[in-house]
Nanobody, 124 residues
């Protein structure tokens, strides 16, 4: 059974930075395409970023492009999200997600494996 555990969330002022991590176990990490999603209070879960199995392909939602960077370390079974220049609108619970596929998906229904989420709060 695949397990995903996020860490690194917290409270930060606008303009600050945070780095989220997602530790993966239970399946060869190299077989998993990975993504980050977020769910603001009272809203639906939205796509943030994705990364291919090798790490060579990444994609971002429009509202984070240029500010967030997704990466992965296949030797450590870890994925990260570096978030810079944070805005109050980035406040949300952030989730990492995984799918055993080479196909890259931006839609949450395509991901069968999810972490428990980590809260990110950006104050103005």
């Amino acid at each position: 059974q695949v397990q995903l555990v996020e860490s690194g969330g917290g409270l930060v002022q606008a303009g600050g930075s945070l780095r989220l991590s997602c530790a993966v176990s239970g399946m060869p990490f190299i077989s998993l395409s990975m993504a980050w999603f977020r769910q603001p209070p009272g809203k639906e879960r939205d796509f943030v970023a994705l990364i291919s199995r090798s790490g060579g392909i990444t994609d971002y939602s429009g509202f984070v492009k240029g500010r967030f960077t997704i990466s992965r370390d296949n030797a450590k079974n870890m994925m990260s999200l570096q978030m810079n220049n944070l805005e109050p609108e980035d406040t949300a619970v952030y989730y990492c997600a995984a799918v055993e596929s080479s196909t890259l998906f931006a839609g949450s229904p395509n991901y069968p494996y999810w972490g428990q989420g980590t809260q990110v709060t950006v104050s103005s």
